[in-house]
């Protein structure tokens, strides 16, 4: 087969796949949209300042799961011999099959939950704009400096107090979890969560360790490589101190190492692909 990419090739592939998996997909889309509904109701209920908060938390929290799990479950069938041979055996470049399963686990779920936290937001932001509050309740939020309206969670001021760190684990999570799923073929569901924590622990000791090296204190922290660190000050123990690299330097710094890690954990996964069909 030759290794190029044809858009033609590559659509009847891509209609294959949807015609083999249409009843799977329509069941995870039927149990995304359910467990944002359920969350939905119950976080959008709460006070104009809570939901703001809280929405954010939901994003993630709610998105990185149904994303791994989604991810994992394409690759599965791969894992799986029987359904691999089936694959692995069609009428297409390898750079065609790998190209469809980041195209469906990474670019279609993307989209797909996008737009659903959207239609979810845009309900939840007209309920809580026009909701009646008792005046007991209007008066304790007046008190308390809340809002009484919250705009789209999609709105740039909003998107800009999310705080990096989580951006970068979101941009990261596909690739790592596609390059390690082709890895492990047995509990690859477990296995990977376990690896990926262990990962997050290691890299916070070695930069919790290089920071204080380089620093010369034993009291300074940082949870994240280029970010704040919390330093106690030399002279009152029992007073903190913030120390940031230069905003410019940071986001550089994190934006390379960022992408540098996302394209190296494709390579490794198109080679871990390739060599499953050898």
Same mark, same amino acid.
């Given at each position: ?5 044809? !858009? ?15 009843? /799977? ?22 006070? @104009? ?10 994003? *993630?929290?709610?998105?990185? @799961?149904? #994303? ?23 009428? %297409? ?7 469809? =399963? #980041? $195209?469906?686990?990474?670019?279609? +779920? ?26 007991? /309740?209007? %008066?304790? !939020?007046?008190? /308390?400096?809340? $809002?009484?309206?919250?705009?789209? +969670?999609?709105?740039? !001021?909003?998107?800009?107090? =999310? ?5 970068? *684990? ?5 690739? +790592?979890?596609?390059?390690? %799923? ?19 622990? *290691?890299?916070?000791? =070695? ?18 490589? +280029? ?11 029992? /007073? ?5 690299? @230069? ?13 540098? %890690? ?10 871990? *692909? ?5």
């Amino acid at each position: 087969m030759n290794q190029t990419f044809s !858009i033609s090739r590559f659509g009847r592939l891509l209609r294959k796949y949807f015609t083999d998996n249409r009843g /799977q997909l329509l069941a995870d889309l039927s149990l995304l949209i359910g467990c944002l509904l359920v969350l939905g109701i119950i976080i959008y209920r709460g006070w @104009p300042s809570e939901v703001k908060n809280i929405r954010s938390i939901l994003f *993630f929290v709610l998105g990185w @799961p149904c #994303w791994y799990m989604f991810t994992v479950q394409q690759i599965t069938g791969i894992n799986q011999k029987e359904r691999a041979i089936n694959y692995l055996m069609q009428p %297409a470049s390898q750079f065609e099959k790998i190209s469809l =399963v #980041w $195209l469906i686990s990474g670019v279609g +779920f993307v989209l797909s939950y996008l737009l659903l936290f959207f239609f979810l937001d845009t309900l939840g932001v007209a309920f809580v704009n026009n909701r009646h509050w008792p005046p007991d /309740q209007l %008066a304790m !939020i007046r008190e /308390q400096g809340g $809002l009484l309206k919250i705009t789209s +969670f999609f709105d740039g !001021i909003n998107l800009r107090d =999310v705080p990096d760190s989580l951006w970068v *684990f979101t941009a990261i999570l596909h690739s +790592f979890t596609m390059a390690f %799923a082709l890895f492990i073929r047995r509990y690859t569901l477990s296995l990977i969560v376990i690896i990926a924590f262990t990962l997050l622990l *290691f890299g916070l000791i =070695v930069n919790n360790f290089l920071l204080q090296s380089l620093t010369g204190s034993d009291t300074i922290r940082s949870g994240f490589p +280029f970010a704040e660190a919390i330093a106690q000050s030399p002279i009152h123990k029992y /007073q903190y101190r913030m120390v940031n690299l @230069p905003t410019s330097l940071s986001s550089q710094l994190r934006y390379i190492v960022g992408v540098t %890690a996302i394209i190296l954990l494709y390579i490794t996964a198109y080679v871990r *692909f390739k060599e499953r069909e050898v």
